[in-house]
């Protein structure tokens, strides 16, 4: 088998996406995909930032029809995708009409059009190809690449349904609230649905309403897929649901507590998938069953020294592991946590070095440091970082940090102070950052 | 110069943003016609949630990103004690 077909089992008039306006039928999504496919310049690689799930597909599969390889930017901030446009000189944007990307070659889906008919064969995409780049945030503050071949894609998606027993006859319809842009996106709210022949709901709802209405505009069985954020929101609002058939979190571990809160209020099962962007999808578990991770099958964690790698039949080499696990006899693992340099806010992971390197290249900034502080009981744990920079203010500073990062790592709060504790040999202690952050805020809240 | 707010409501969500998101700005010199998001207090999507619950929760008002109004509703202090105002239910 050198090739696997774009999309599963459909029929010609079934459902293959829920837009806003309406359904569209697998006949559609190929009309669709036909149609850009021959309209799309022809160029190497494609930044995708259409902001419809299904729009997204669209423009996902005419660009591996014409052999062009998708770019998933770590996030949309401006700078980040200059700098893989740069990389990819020859690449182009193909983005809403509304949010053109100031100096990319910005392409704009038109809306769909006439209906070709069902082709004899639906197209094949080499299992070898590359189908999709997704980026990570490196300590240096170059986006590494991770490139994903079309049969890695679709082996995760059918090991993945294959674990949670989904079935083409289920006619389930997969709503998430996770972007398709993001690795667990584009695995779950994307090819776990085209490979299994399910309905995708185009939308990304935000807020617990907006999950709720999503949810109720599709029929037969509804699979959420989420993060802990959204579930803690709609489990705290106690927004009424239609019956779901199942639920699937990643992005962040999920609090055994929030998972059982989550099964007695959706009435359903609360899955979770446990991955990363080099790797994808490696494992799942029912979280209220305990911490121990399932690997997927096909899936194998072995030791090399002091760390672990997943192999796989479609990882062309093994992948370090970057959390630090212990793996059973069998073949199970427990998480403790991530490495130390990475951190993990909302589902996306940053080097604090990279951080650290990008407040250093604003002008004014002598030193500088972010930090993690302790849990607390928000939703999210935010970042703080300490600046050293005369003459600067908080807002300069931060409006520097908006050009260059992700806004969900922009401290909060960005403290200005006269020096960082170093210590002697130039370190930064941890409980040395977390005084001075304390100190800081309470001469705030005098002041206030 | 910093416009002052034109309700108590606009005063009580001030320090409801403030609170919530846990700024460290005084909520009496946020502008109330000034962008919450990006270039205004730089709030984010995971913020809007947040904010989302708490006026929720405190008002009875459940925001929708399907309103057609959204962006315009979250574009302000004052829109979003306009738009609180009109569909409060507590």
């Known amino acids: 088998m050198h090739d696997v077909p774009l999309i599963g089992p459909y029929n010609p008039d079934g459902v293959l996406a829920w837009e806003t306006d309406g359904p569209r039928t697998a006949r559609q999504f190929l009309s669709d995909v036909s149609r850009l496919a021959d309209s799309v310049p022809d160029r190497p690689a494609v930044l995708n930032l259409l902001s419809s799930r299904y729009e997204f597909l669209v423009g996902f599969a005419a660009a591996m029809l014409r052999g062009q390889i998708t770019l998933l930017p770590q996030s949309r901030a401006p700078q980040t995708l200059r700098r893989i446009a740069g990389d990819y000189r020859e690449s182009y944007c193909l983005t809403n009409q509304d949010e053109p990307v100031e100096g990319i070659e910005s392409v704009f889906l038109r809306s769909h059009g006439s209906l070709a008919a069902w082709p004899t064969r639906i197209p094949h995409i080499p299992l070898d190809q590359v189908a999709a780049i997704a980026f990570t945030s490196g300590s240096t503050g170059q986006p590494m690449p991770n490139r994903k071949t079309w049969g890695a894609l679709t082996a995760v998606a059918r090991a993945t349904g294959a674990r949670l027993q989904l079935t083409t006859g289920d006619q389930a319809t997969v709503v998430a609230t996770v972007p398709h842009q993001h690795m667990f996106g584009l695995e779950a709210s994307v090819m776990l649905p085209i490979v299994h022949g399910l309905v995708m709901h185009a939308g990304r709802p935000l807020f617990p309403a907006d999950i709720r209405d999503a949810l109720a505009e599709v029929a037969g069985k509804r699979i959420l897929v989420t993060t802990p954020l959204h579930l803690r929101a709609c489990v705290t609002e106690g927004v009424r649901v239609p019956p779901l058939g199942l639920i699937l979190s990643a992005t962040a571990p999920l609090p055994q507590s929030l998972a059982q809160e989550a099964e007695r209020h959706f009435q359903t099962e609360v899955h979770e998938i446990f991955g990363f962007a080099e790797a994808g999808s490696v494992a799942e578990r029912r979280t209220i069953d305990g911490d121990r991770w399932r690997p997927l099958d096909g899936v194998r964690l072995a030791q090399d020294q002091a760390v672990w790698m997943v192999q796989t039949s479609y990882l062309p080499t093994p992948v370090r592991v970057p959390d630090r696990i212990t793996v059973d006899a069998d073949g199970q693992f427990v998480v403790h946590g991530r490495g130390v340099d990475q951190i993990n806010i909302a589902g996306h992971r940053v080097s604090l070095g990279d951080l650290n390197q990008k407040l250093l290249e604003i002008e004014g900034v002598q030193d500088g440091v972010f930090f993690l502080p302790d849990e607390g009981a928000d939703l999210v744990t935010r970042l703080i970082a300490c600046v050293v920079a005369p003459g600067k203010t908080v807002e300069e500073i931060q409006q520097a940090l908006r050009r260059r990062i992700d806004p969900v790592f922009l401290p909060r709060p960005l403290l200005l102070v006269p020096r960082l504790p170093r210590n002697d040999t130039g370190k930064l202690p941890r409980e040395a950052l977390l005084k001075l952050a304390e100190q800081q805020a309470e001469g705030l809240s005098h002041e206030a | ?90």
């Open chain 2, 1 to 90: 110069m910093t416009e002052s707010f034109a309700s108590s409501l606009e005063r009580d969500l001030a320090s409801l943003i403030v609170q919530t998101l846990k700024l460290k700005v005084d909520p009496a010199t946020i502008n109330p016609t000034q962008t919450l998001f990006g270039d205004g207090l730089g709030l984010d999507s995971i913020d809007a949630l947040e904010l989302s619950l708490a006026i929720s929760q405190t008002y009875g008002y459940q925001l929708k990103s399907s309103d057609p109004e959204i962006k315009a509703i979250f574009s302000s202090l004052r829109a979003l004690s306009n738009a609180i105002e009109k569909n409060r239910t507590k």
